[in-house]
T-cell receptor, first 114, second 115 residues
Framework: GAGVSQSPSNKVTEKGKDVELRCDPI?????LYWYRQSLGQGLEFLIY????????KSGLPSDRFSAERTGGSVSTLTIQRTQQEDSAVYLC????????????FGPGTRLTVT | KQEVTQIPAALSVPEGENLVLNCSFT??????LQWFRQDPGKGLTSLLL?????REQTSGRLNASLDKSSGRSTLYIAASQPGDSATYLC??????????????FGKGTHLIIQP
């Protein structure tokens, strides 16, 4: 079946603009995760959803970041008033809510803030 | 706070060699541990997942072990091939999240297999 998909694959935006990143999880996966991968910083966990709810938003870097998930499927990560330090690859993953919660990752969205 | 360390940061070996990648974590109260590979410009591919109650998992030429009490895992790659060249990432999920929580990643081992 289809894997996790993300769009756009690349996004270049000017500092101060808002951006919206989209993630389509594997069909039937109730858990969805967002991560950020920056040069030299490694992979950083941002937020996860179980169904449509996000129990813990403390991993989001600032209040300019928000995420939502509707219909238990597609999720969007929104960054308002982008800054140059937001430049990174944003990765989405999904998993079944079974005993393993094995995560499957999408190809990522490369965000460049100029 | 959970910290994950991977050693070495980079490794270059001739084709055909067996090799071991190391991962250590500071909090032994983990739910499970997952090994991934990442090819340049691509997402992560899951290689092996070890539940906290397990000692090892095998898939083809790959074998991952887990020693939870000492906070260590190793990924063993047998008979390495140029196609194994990639960055290998270790990640743990804390027990406190009940499984449904984010992973904490190491910074990876960049592996090059020389033909």
């Amino acid at each position: 079946g289809a894997g996790v998909s993300q769009s756009p694959s690349n996004k270049v935006t000017e500092k101060g603009k808002d951006v919206e990143l989209r993630c389509d999880p594997i069909s039937g996966h109730t858990a969805l995760y967002w991560y950020r991968q920056s040069l030299g910083q490694g992979l950083e966990f941002l937020i996860y959803f179980q169904g449509n709810s996000a129990p813990d938003k403390s991993g989001l870097p600032s209040d300019r970041f928000s995420a939502e998930r509707t219909g238990g499927s597609v999720s969007t990560l929104t960054i308002q008033r982008t800054q140059q330090e937001d430049s990174a690859v944003y990765l989405c993953a999904s998993s079944l809510a079974d005993s393993s919660y094995e995560q499957y990752f999408g190809p990522g969205t490369r965000l460049t803030v100029t | 706070k959970q910290e994950v360390t991977q050693i070495p940061a980079a490794l270059s070996v001739p084709e055909g060699e067996n090799l071991v990648l190391n991962c250590s974590f500071t909090d032994s109260a983990i739910y499970n541990l997952q090994w991934f590979r990442q090819d340049p410009g691509k997402g992560l591919t899951s290689l092996l997942l070890i539940q906290s109650s397990q000692r090892e998992q095998t898939s083809g030429r790959l074998n991952a072990s887990l020693d939870k009490s000492s906070g260590r895992s190793t990924l063993y790659i047998a008979a390495s091939q140029p196609g194994d060249s990639a960055t290998y990432l270790c990640a743990v999920r804390l027990l406190s999240g009940g499984g449904a929580d984010g992973l904490t990643f190491g910074k990876g081992t960049h592996l090059i297999i020389q033909p």
